[in-house]
């Protein structure tokens, strides 16, 4: 975790003390037409829908919202990113707001799905995450980004047994707010292209959740690496392995999900 953690704090050092050897505005053009864990938003007008990393859309050219429409089923939310560029980068406050409530009811049963138990009782909630981006262009075509970010929950009190902890894997993290006093995030993002329509993205993140159940002060850890081919601005098919190395009340434990994702711009 600490490794982690150095890794990302190196990074924002380079990031905002070395001078770029790229021009942001130079690979906007051609990659600003899709989405990615960087402070570049859509141009104004444009949408996007993937099947996985659902709809987005440029409100203005510095103002992109985003739903996911599979997830906001069970857990309704809306994203906003709002761009600000600098003289030698890009800099976006990105937020979140959800209502995780009807997905903890939806789980708390027995059988299949059934990831708490069925006398479960989940307190209305709302969470709101809100992370600072800063993203340059170190090479043409390649962006570095680190990103700092906080996610807190809103809920009346209550006890473990009303509602114990949710460890499923990958959603853990993204649970933790509801358990304690908020959790703190610390990302790094490399991606560009590699040749023609081929691009890559290589990310890690790391979560601190103070305060859970059963645990105390925990940490979980995901790298992401993926490939994308991208048909010029209309089609795109990526696959990737994320990795989920997270501390439970029974130890760390590592998981890995492979994915396949197709994106469409319009």
Sequence with gaps: MRLSFLLVVTTAAALFAAPARGDVSSVSPPD?????SNALTLPRGRSELGLLGGARYGLTDSLELAVNPLVAVVVPHLEAKLMV?????????????????????????????GLLPATSKPPIAVQLEA?????????????VSVWFGFALAVHPPFTPEELPLLDFPFLYPRFA????PGVPRLGFSFEGGVVGGLHYTAELVAF????LPDVGDASAIEPNLALEYRFGARFAVSGGVRTSHAEYAYGRRTHFLPYLDVRAGF
Excluded at 131 to 143: C, K, N, P, S, Y
Excluded at 177 to 180: C, F, K
Excluded at 208 to 211: E, L, S
């Design 32 to 36: 600003r037409r899709w989405s990615g």
């Design 85 to 113: 560029a600098r003289e030698l980068g890009l800099f976006a406050l990105r937020g979140r707001a959800s209502y995780p409530t009807t997905f903890l009811e939806l789980v708390s049963k027995e059988g299949e799905f």
């Design 131 to 143: 992370d600072i981006v800063a993203t340059a262009a170190w090479f043409e075509r390649q962006l």
């Design 177 to 180: 707010p509801l358990y304690g």
């Design 208 to 211: 601190v959740m103070p305060g």
